[in-house]
């Protein structure tokens, strides 16, 4: 292609295959980079739940291997406040599931919702169950 003397810039042909190089990068990237993300905050789901775990462990010891109530009992001596999902936002805890109202010695935790169905986890999921550890 011959350009004129003195001419910059680019043809409207070269700008289209740019725009679409970039567009295809794009549609490659942006779904690894969905999926990145919600395993991010899945992991950081699974931390609280551990993090719960542990405090609930702790609180077993010292009241004659019983667990409370409910996880409201647990903070802030135990653990400093009860975590949310990220995925959830804020003002979503955790379902706690105690194994009898008066002195409990189990317990399931789990995540409220749907979060994390996007990663092909069931509604329920992760979960923490006493005895059982983390399940996804
Ligand atoms: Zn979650």
């Known amino acids: 292609m011959v350009r004129g003397c003195g001419r910059r810039g680019f ?4 700008i289209t295959i740019v725009m679409l190089i970039l567009a295809v990068v ?8 969905v999926t990145a993300r919600s395993r991010g905050r ?4 699974e931390t609280n739940l551990r993090n719960m775990a542990s405090a609930l462990e702790v609180y077993s010891t010292e009241h004659e291997r019983h667990f409370p109530a409910d996880l409201t009992a647990i903070a802030p ?3 400093q406040s009860i975590p949310t999902c990220p ?5 979503r805890p955790y379902i706690e599931g105690f194994q009898s109202a008066s002195a409990p010695s189990s317990y399931t935790l789990r995540c409220r919702g749907a979060y994390h169905v996007d990663l092909g986890l069931a509604e329920d999921a992760p979960s ?3 005895g059982t550890g983390l399940r996804e």
């Open 11 to 14: 043809t409207l042909l070269e």
């Open 26 to 33: 794009a549609m490659i990237l942006l779904p690894n980079y």
């Open 42 to 45: 899945l992991s950081a789901c």
């Open 77 to 79: 001596t135990y653990i």
């Open 87 to 91: 995925s959830a936002g804020s003002g």
């Open 128 to 130: 923490f169950q006493y």
